[in-house]
């Protein structure tokens, strides 16, 4: 992390938060939104009202690109690429990253994974926040969108562990049924994962092996994330009292 982007991460005096960018990435199924949860949940973050939440989470599903007819049509016979750079509104993200690192409240859509459109009447809306963990596939392919974070996680997990679950969350959750979901993640899921995503490991700060199952990973991310919001409290002049351990 550059020394410019660490100390441009402070609370302005007015409500306008900089928040701590981390950026949270890795293969599909590997875990990274559970890894998202779990920091929250440790952070106590989960029961909180959005507006009061000091930790939030965005995924980068919310950013894939508007579809024309005929890409829906590819789509709905499982023949569109989900999983290349060409299908995220790269603009769109960068500039949703930059309004929240200037302290803006953004609305993002959420995604609709049966009618692979964003779904403009369910919007999430995103105060101004302490820490933004921001996770997807891509995240760190776009370098204007990989030098925004402070921090980057590369969710590491088992290709074999990976297909295991992709394939009944697919079924179950996102209505695929079992032969489009295997041809899918032949065709384009897994290649785009060696082309794509698996080469942005080299930008990550930190990689957490077997993802939401590595406590010990997570507990540091969510020391080392307590101490940032910590920090950040300090120089807003409220005094936030570690108490130090005591070996005996
Ligand atoms: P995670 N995806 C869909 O299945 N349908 C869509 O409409 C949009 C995305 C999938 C996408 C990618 N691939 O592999 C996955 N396909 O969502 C990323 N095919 O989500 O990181 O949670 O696995
Ligand atoms: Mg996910």
């Known amino acids: 992390m550059s020394d410019s982007r660490r100390n441009s991460c402070k609370i302005n005096g ?11 990435s890795g293969g599909t199924a590997s875990g990274k939104s559970t890894v998202c949860k779990r920091i929250m949940e440790k952070l106590g973050q989960v029961n909180k009202n959005q507006s009061e939440r000091q930790v939030v989470c965005i995924s980068q599903d919310s950013f894939y690109r ?12 499982g023949q569109f690429n989900f ?24 609305k993002i859509p959420t995604y609709d994974y049966k009618n692979h459109t964003l779904r403009k009447d369910e919007i999430i809306t995103i105060y101004p926040a302490d820490v933004v963990l921001f996770e997807g596939i891509l995240v760190f392919y776009f370098p204007e969108v990989r030098n925004l974070f402070h921090m980057k996680l590369f969710v590491d997990t088992d290709s074999d562990t990976r297909l295991a679950r992709r394939v ?29 995503c698996s080469p942005t490991k080299k930008f990550a700060d930190v990689i ?9 990973a997570i507990d540091l991310i969510v020391l080392h994330i307590m101490d940032i919001v910590r920090g950040q409290n300090r120089m807003n002049g409220i005094q936030v009292i570690a108490q130090p351990k005591r070996i005996k």
């Open 168 to 196: 009944p969350r697919d079924i179950n959750e996102r209505g695929r049924d079992l032969e489009q979901v295997l041809n899918q993640y032949t065709n384009f899921v897994k290649p785009a994962f060696e082309e794509f």
């Open 14 to 24: 007015s409500n306008n938060k900089t928040p701590f960018l981390i950026g949270v």
């Open 208 to 216: 957490i092996p077997r993802g939401a199952d590595n406590v010990v």
């Open 83 to 106: 999983d290349h750079p060409d299908a995220f509104n790269e603009i769109y993200m960068k500039e949703t990253l930059l309004d929240i690192l200037a302290g803006k409240i953004v």
């Open 66 to 77: 508007d579809l024309t007819q005929a890409e829906i049509t590819k789509a709905e016979k």
